[in-house]
């Protein structure tokens, strides 16, 4: 097994959050992706004061980017309204479970 195909498997739970370069190594990707992602507006840092520092839901949504990008073979901008589709499904979901009209 080469160094590049090691699989990292990372938790955070509740206020846990990882510095900008460790959070890139357990998303599998680089500081510079990360970092794009923020400036695409496609992913928000838990904490931007004094560093940038990301915790689990956003852990999950780069692996989700990574994935649809991978699956796909999409870019940045149709990703960007992948997520808003699955952000809104999502949400309508919520809603109907509250309601008490949740799918089957």
Do not use: Y
């Not at 590049?4 to 990372?10: E, K, N, P, Q, T």
């Amino acid at each position: 097994m080469n160094p590049s195909s090691i699989l990292i498997g990372v938790c955070l739970a509740g206020d846990e959050a990882l510095e900008l370069e460790a959070f890139a190594v357990a998303c599998g990707t680089d500081a510079g992706f990360v970092r794009l992602l923020v400036e695409e507006g496609l992913l928000q840092p838990a904490v931007t004061q004094p560093a940038w520092r990301f915790g689990g839901e956003e852990l999950a949504r780069v692996r989700r980017i990574r994935r649809l990008q991978r699956d796909f073979e999409a870019n940045l901008q149709s990703v960007a309204v992948m997520l808003d589709l699955i952000d809104e499904i999502e949400h309508l979901r919520a809603q109907l479970r509250r309601a008490g009209m949740a799918p089957r």
